[in-house]
Nanobody
């Protein structure tokens, strides 16, 4: 059974940094895409970054966030955090190395980790 488990969320002041991690259990294929999504209160879930054959970022986080992976762990380094980055952050996995743009095409999700940025 595939499980994704996020960690690393917390509260930080604007301008600070956090590093999120996502551990992947039970998925053995070498062909997959991983992504970070986030959902703020009252808003729809949105894609933040993906990593497959290439990496991609939402315009709102370009230059501030970096997605990376190492074996069975996915990371999101978040620098220069802003209050508008406050959200529940989720990692997700999709079959195949092509990264879907829509969340409905991701096959597995973590439970989420809360990031709160105060001004």
């Amino acid at each position: 059974q595939v499980q994704l488990m996020e960690s690393g969320g917390g509260s930080v002041q604007a301008g600070g940094s956090l590093r999120l991690s996502c551990a992947v259990f039970g998925y053995t294929s070498s062909s997959y895409c991983m992504a970070w999504f986030r959902q703020a209160p009252g808003k729809e879930r949105e894609g933040v970054a993906t990593i497959g054959r290439i990496t991609s970022y939402a315009d709102s986080v370009k230059g501030r966030f970096t997605i990376s992976q190492d074996n069975a762990k996915l990371y999101l380094q978040m620098n220069s955090l802003k209050p508008e980055d406050t959200a529940m952050y989720y990692c997700a996995l999709a079959f195949g190395s092509h990264c879907p743009t829509h969340e409905s095409n991701y096959n597995y999700w973590g439970q989420g980790t809360q990031v709160t940025v105060s001004s």
